[in-house]
């Protein structure tokens, strides 16, 4: 039975030959960057929230919306905005004046009109299209996903999100790039058929969102200069918070809840050894 | 239960009690003094294990349908409500969705140590009828629980799921568990409603299970059966003990993938609303479904994949009288033992199939060529292997091997060595 076996992996060994590769999805292997967050014993770093949710403020929600964030969240215990003095983040100072800054509608509760008024920690973000539709038509027919739980929502997301930002390539010759398209190696997609140099088509697809983190696209408040590698490290911090803003706590608890139980399985495991001493269980 | 009872009423109350409504008695009887084989090992622990499953899976179910909203315009945003805003939400949320995969991984081990030591062998055939039963509305229970966050794998998890059903049981049958003409909000409606249900219905079938149990009494390692009151000890504290170390144990795994992996078990497709007109690329079952799932892909005809799935469940329950050997632990039957790991290692491999595209390369570099339908170096083909070895398994090689093989000598009684006897 083994030598047939054999002869069967020789003769799949000969066929082993250059077939044509048939359609399939692509991307360029994504290498992982070293986060703060990572690992059983990482943590978020506020100050790095604090920017990242800059870089989310006046570059990402032009476009994307995050339907899961109030602005209370900002200065929950773990936000960007955290501060122990409040004694909830609805009257945190800073969370106060960022919320100031958006108008959100509302009805007139005496005269029943449509107003607009400004928002309160209380408000969800302001979205930056009424719909999905609106959405669209402002980009070329495609839609910017929502951003809340995007971290989690792809494969490997912090990692995924950071190289698709700072890795966009000028298209290599050959590939038809579609108006309002741009060639991003990360992007996951088959370029087959837009293929015409020599070899395989490239790894990667096509996104409609060009190149948007480029140096000094926004001012650090800390005074961090903005380069395009330290605004894609702050954003995907700030958005791998959003997406569970609860994960410190989440790991903090991990650790006593794990030391805990080491220890009661040794306590029980000295009282079963001892209890089942005499008998022969073999 | 039958015939050992111990218990002495030793108040008035409890005389009293006992003989207007005997519980007391019941609850010494089942629990306490129950004489339990002595030679039980580890593989045994798991009974207890999955109790302490099921009974945190209620509790914490309970809690999430407290903040949980079962339409499709809530669902998604109401469970990411538990994870965010709920105390603690995040913590009972994540026990819950790892907890169904803690719980098929005990229940798996729980069966193949019943196939090892033959512990559904006369007189514990009902036993093992009832365990099945149990295993299938686990199945219906997760698999409806999957569909409740409406993600993405959700939505279209249910699709391939209810198709299925459609393909055997025909379209009224489909319609009828959508509740319309595809998978929307009354779907996700009855979902809940059964999901909430299910579990109540597996307890049920558990005190059967532990009656079917107690009746017989344990099998144990030496597969013999319990010849005199030395070849036992009481339930507790023996058993208690060693239980409650096992499931301790067992905790550490679990609170590994709540604190420090949550998401690693699931699919990142999930973190998406359901939408209809997307579809994932690709679309996979939880990890415990996919053996079953390469079964079902391993066969080009719909109708006859969707009887094949059943028929690897269905014919499990068959095994009482299929496996022809007279002796129950495998410890005595060297080459039963040997296609047991043969037999675990195809189940293994049905899994690692059921993760990856029909048409994947299964060697990488390798071009393979066409064999009938599709490439023999593809999961299609594989698959096809191990669905052939599934059965060849329990068809062939356990009604045939009982009757050709030669077993070891077995020992005369649990506390009785015999000579040859080697460690199993």
Known sequence: ?282 | MSGHSTYEPKTAIERWLDTRLPIIRFGMDTMVSFPTPKNLNYWWTFGAILAVCLVTQIVTGIVLAMHYDPSAANAFNSVEHIMRDVNHGWMIRFIHANGASMFFLAVYIHIFRGVYYGSYKAPREVLWILGLVIYLLMMATAFMGYVLPWGQMSFWGATVITNIVGAVFGDKVTTLLWGGFAVDNPTLNRFFSLHYLLPFMIAGVVALHIWALHVPGNNNPKGVEVKSKADTVPFHPYYTVKDGFAVIVFFILFASFVFFAPDALGHADNYTVANSLVTPQHIVPEWYFLPFYAILRAIPNKLMGALAMFGAIGILFLLPWIDTSKVRSMRYRPSARLFFFLFVFVCLVLGFCGAHEPDEKVLKGLAGFQLFDANLNSFVWLSRLGTACYFGYLGLVMPILGLTEKPLPTPESISTPVLTEKKG
Request: glycine fraction near 8%; hydrophobic fraction near 40%.
């Open chain 1, 1 to 282: 039975m083994l030598r047939k076996a054999l002869i069967l992996a020789a003769a799949l060994g000969f066929v082993a030959a250059a077939q044509p590769s048939f359609a399939e999805v692509s991307q360029k292997p994504i290498e992982p960057v070293k986060w703060s967050f990572e690992g059983p014993f990482g943590r978020f770093d506020q100050e790095q929230l604090q920017r990242g949710y800059k870089v989310y403020h006046d570059v990402c929600s032009a476009c994307h919306a995050m339907n899961l964030m109030s602005y209370r969240n900002l200065g929950q215990e773990g936000g960007p905005f955290y501060d122990p003095k409040y004694k909830t983040s609805n009257d945190n100072a800073k969370v106060k004046a960022i919320a100031k800054d958006f108008n959100v509608p509302d009805i007139d509760s005496d005269t029943g009109d449509v107003i607009k008024r400004p928002a309160t920690p209380a408000d969800t973000f302001v979205k930056p299209f009424p719909n999905e539709a609106a959405a669209r038509a402002s980009n070329g027919g495609a839609l910017p996903p929502d951003l809340s739980l995007i971290a989690k929502a792809r494969e490997d997301g912090p990692n995924y999100i950071y190289h698709l930002l700072t890795g966009y390539e000028a298209a290599p010759a050959g590939l038809r790039v579609p108006a309002g398209k741009y060639y991003n190696p990360y992007m996951p997609g088959d370029l087959g058929s837009f293929w015409s140099g020599h070899g395989p088509a490239p790894e990667g697809g096509f996104i409609a969102m060009p190149l948007q983190l480029t140096a000094d696209r926004v001012t650090y408040d800390d005074g961090v200069k903005a380069t395009p590698d330290q605004e894609a490290q702050d954003v995907v911090t700030f958005l791998a918070w959003a997406s569970e803003p609860h994960a410190d706590e989440r790991k903090q608890t991990g650790v006593a809840v794990l030391i805990f139980l080491f220890l009661f399985a040794g306590v029980v495991y000295a009282s079963y050894r001892r209890l089942w001493k005499d008998i022969d269980h073999g």
